[in-house]
């Protein structure tokens, strides 16, 4: 692409619809599109990514906004969320304190960003507009229909993204069969009409479970099994699950209800859940099983479940902390039974392993989807789910996004349609006449402090790493003449013990004190050149000794110092 921008590029061409992946393909999270046409650019869905193990303090990865600001060349019409998974809408409080634009959000996923926006201190009134499956909204230049389909969550939605006759379906996240009475499963007849209007330009499509065969089942197919591990608690059941999945908290408030059993919810997130549940009256008489923490006691240990988060065996989770005896007031022993209604995420094999590790040995069974697969069902389409919509759509082309290389290119076999490669940061121009990869962008990321939660740049979070992997040591002190005193601090740093330290003070000295006379005799003695150089020098030596290479801080003060401003 040339330096025009990509909103202006659309104002020039309107004969194509621009489409600009910023994330969510080749891998987990961040799922994040932007579609522009004739100028206007919407940006569909506003994900975040959890970040690696290895990127410390840090909760969460996001775009760089000014980096796609620059690309945009100006900032988005409106936002147009599908659902309130974290990987659709993690980044939005981030991006609109940038982009204070529209957004068009479900019921469920405007709570969970009011309430993030709310966590931010960030009392912005930002334009939030409710939509529900059925409405049509009229953008400039761009028509967007919201198509309900089933998923882990309430009010999911497809988009169908009408830029004049270029008609775009993105998916979102969705499967076929819901959980009924309380989620209607993706109506394919209505589908098909809503095709039929016009010519589909393409099908942007969740990649997720191309690799599965068949339909994915309907949340009530966990119903029997779990119902039968529920029954048969001889102690108190612990049942972690995610915490956004509100058809799994309300299975189990109906599988209580029959069994005569109690339900006590332990944990932020499935509370806020049934919170929001209860506010957008969603929850009917099995909601009258829940009990409080007083309650909670009162109910004999067999009759008592507790739902809690840490099904990914997460650190501050309500299961490790129960487990980990951190709760006063509720304890987990031998008789006890946990069960993990989830899938395990590729990446916390290892704490959950930890997890149920205790459990073992406390006496406490475990019981897993793994053992057990009844117990858990995927949000996500299957290979017939995705056949179907792709059939009934019977757009030109076929687009897979969300998910690894291996889940596109699955999704991609799927289509006997042209496939559309797509990746992050490529900007693809479409129409009937065909499709033209306009640009491929190295996208920059941003990171999320894990208690601030504010966003920070690719280098600091490379010092914190650092300082982190590799020590960090402080040099502070003055010159004055002959009189040089320099404090040392070491932070981080595996000395054998406190003499081995200060054996290394007392060599690091020798060599700043060497390095003191060679400067002064070059004539370029001031704070700049002697901090520098004291830097490289106390580097150097500390990774001839540690081999990795610490970050090192000097803020040494000479006296006797000439050059202006710099000695004091
Ligand atoms: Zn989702």
């Not at 046409?37 to 970040?51: E, I, M, P, R, T």
């Not at 304890?331 to 290892?350: H, L, M, T, Y």
């Not at 601090?489 to 054996?503: I, K, L, S, W």
Request: glycine fraction near 8%; include cysteine.
């Amino acid at each position: 692409m040339t330096a025009k921008s990509l909103i202006e590029i659309s104002r020039k061409d309107p004969n194509r619809m621009y489409m600009f992946v910023v994330g969510g393909c080749g891998e987990f999270g961040m799922n994040l599109t932007i579609y522009a046409h004739k100028g206007y650019a919407y940006v569909v869905d506003a994900g975040l990514s959890f970040a690696e193990t290895y990127e410390i303090g840090i909760d969460a990865r996001i775009p760089d906004i000014a980096q796609i600001e620059a690309i945009l060349g100006g900032k988005p019409t409106a936002f147009l969320i599908t659902h309130g998974h974290e990987d659709h809408i993690g980044a939005l409080p981030y991006l609109l304190e940038h982009w204070p634009a529209p957004v068009y959000i479900g019921p469920w996923a405007m709570e969970l960003v009011k309430e993030k926006l709310n966590q931010l201190k960030n009392r912005e009134p930002y334009a939030f507009h409710e939509v529900r499956a059925g409405d049509i909204i009229n953008l400039p230049e761009m028509r967007v229909h919201w198509f309900h389909v089933p998923h882990s969550i309430p009010f999911c939605c497809s988009l169908m993204l009408e830029g004049g006759e270029h008609r775009v379906f993105h998916t979102g996240d969705f499967k076929m069969n819901g959980f009924l009475p309380y989620e209607k499963s993706l109506d394919i007849e209505a589908l098909k009409t809503l095709a039929g209007k016009a010519p589909v330009l393409a099908v942007v499509s969740d990649s997720t479970n191309a690799h599965s065969p068949g339909h994915c089942p309907s949340e009530l197919i966990t119903r029997p099994a779990l119902t039968e591990v529920v029954a048969r608690a001889q102690g108190v059941t612990f049942l972690t699950t995610f915490s956004s999945n509100l058809w799994r908290l309300q299975n189990i408030l109906l599988i209580a209800c029959e069994l005569g059993k109690k339900v006590f919810v332990f944990g932020t997130g499935m509370r806020r859940s049934l919170e929001i549940a209860q506010r957008l009256k969603m929850l009917g008489a099995e909601a009258a099983c829940l009990v409080d923490e007083d309650g909670s006691k009162r109910v004999e240990r067999k009759d008592l479940i507790v739902l809690c988060s840490g099904c990914q065996g997460e650190h501050k989770s309500g299961l490790k902390r129960i487990l980990f005896d951190e709760i006063q007031f509720m304890e987990a022993r031998e008789g006890d039974q946990v069960i993990f209604s989830s899938r395990v995420i590729p990446g916390n094999e290892k704490p959950l392993a930890k997890l149920m590790s205790m459990c073992a040995f406390k006496g406490i069974s475990t019981i897993s989807a793994r053992e057990f697969p009844g117990i858990h069902v995927s949000g996500h389409a299957y290979s017939e789910d995705l056949k179907s919509v792709m059939e009934a759509l019977q757009a030109r082309y076929t687009i897979p996004v969300h998910g690894t290389f291996q889940q596109l290119n699955t999704n991609g076999e799927l289509s006997n349609k042209p496939t559309v490669d797509v990746m992050n940061g490529q900007i693809t121009a479409l129409n009937a006449d065909g499709v033209e990869v306009i640009a491929q962008h190295e996208l920059h990321l941003q990171f999320v402090d894990s208690f601030s939660r504010r966003p920070m740049s690719y280098d600091t979070m490379r010092e914190r790493h650092k300082i982190g992997d590799s020590g960090l040591a402080i040099l502070s002190g003055f010159i004055e003449s002959e009189q040089i005193e320099i404090d040392m601090d070491f932070v981080g740093m595996p000395f054998d013990n406190d003499t081995d330290m200060e054996r290394m003070k007392a060599k690091l000295m020798a060599e700043l004190k060497g390095l003191v006379r060679n400067i002064r005799n070059s004539n370029d003695f001031n704070y700049e050149s002697f901090n520098d150089r004291a830097r490289l020098t106390v580097r150097r030596t500390l990774s001839d000794r540690f081999i990795k290479k610490p970050v090192v801080i000097s803020r040494v003060t000479l006296f006797e110092d000439t050059h202006d401003g710099l000695a004091d």
